[in-house]
């Protein structure tokens, strides 16, 4: 089964509204990380936005968001007052943190696209 | 403060040669992961170092290889290359801060095998 699921194919939003890209993940560890990374064609992935599995409230940095529901198993990233450099791919990713696994698992990735 | 850096930023080699990719982490950072990103198949974990050590490996074959020297840089190697190892590289480094470890990713170092 996948852990991180992403299935919005492709997202279309108009300068300065607001977006809301979905994530859902699977794990049965009680300690994890989530990540929201974007990666511009260039190539280099960017890190938005950290949250992890015991803080209470959602995180936010800037324009970025997280919109963190644990029973649900979603971390749905926000995105206030899109800019047109905000087009690009957007990767959720997971950190488990059982035994000496620390790497991310990542999900497909969204393609987002600004318009003006 | 500079951020990642891997060299080259492009690499093409022929099916059955070696490459060797690098990768410079932030300063203060001690953990470097490599992954792999190749076409249709997404972001791939390869390896994990953390002082001086291999930490932990993902599903790759074992010419897949790496280390990382005692100012924390590291190197992948990958031999005898096939064609299916064309992709992005990505290199990312960390540090355990106690309640999270982002990891911060270089530009990449994109392999052509032909």
């Known amino acids: 089964a996948q852990k991180i699921t992403q299935t919005q194919p492709g997202m279309f939003v108009q300068e300065k509204e607001a977006v809301t890209l979905d994530c859902t993940y699977d794990?049965?560890?009680?300690?994890?990380?989530l990540f929201w990374y974007k990666q511009p064609s260039s190539g280099e992935m960017i890190f938005l936005i950290y949250?992890?599995?015991?803080?209470?409230q959602n995180a936010t940095e800037g324009r970025y968001s997280l919109n963190f529901q644990k029973a649900r198993k979603s971390a749905n990233l926000v995105i206030s007052a899109s800019q047109l450099g905000d087009s690009a791919m957007y990767f959720c990713?997971?950190?488990?943190?059982?035994?000496?696994?620390?790497?991310?698992?990542f999900g497909k990735g969204i393609t987002l696209s600004v318009r003006p | 403060e500079a951020g990642v850096t891997q060299s080259p930023t492009h690499l093409i080699k022929t099916r059955g040669q070696q490459a060797t990719l690098r990768c410079s982490p932030i300063?203060?950072?001690?953990?470097v992961y490599w992954y792999q990103q190749a076409l249709g198949l997404g972001l791939q974990f390869l390896l994990w170092?953390?002082?001086?050590?291999?930490?932990n490996r993902g599903n790759f074959p074992p010419r897949f290889s790496g280390r990382q020297f005692p100012n924390y840089s590291s190197e992948l190697n990958v031999n005898a290359l096939e064609l299916e190892d064309s992709a992005l590289y990505l290199c990312?480094?960390?540090?355990?801060?106690?309640?999270?470890?982002?990891?911060?990713f270089g530009p990449g170092t994109r392999l052509t095998v032909l």
């Open positions: 300063s203060g950072h001690t953990s």
């Open positions: 990713a997971m950190r488990e943190s059982a035994g000496a696994n620390s790497k991310l698992t």
């Open positions: 170092y953390d002082e001086g050590e291999e930490r």
């Open positions: 794990t049965s560890d009680p300690s994890y990380g």
């Open positions: 990312a480094s960390s540090f355990l801060t106690g309640r999270t470890d982002t990891q911060y």
């Open positions: 949250q992890g599995s015991y803080d209470q």
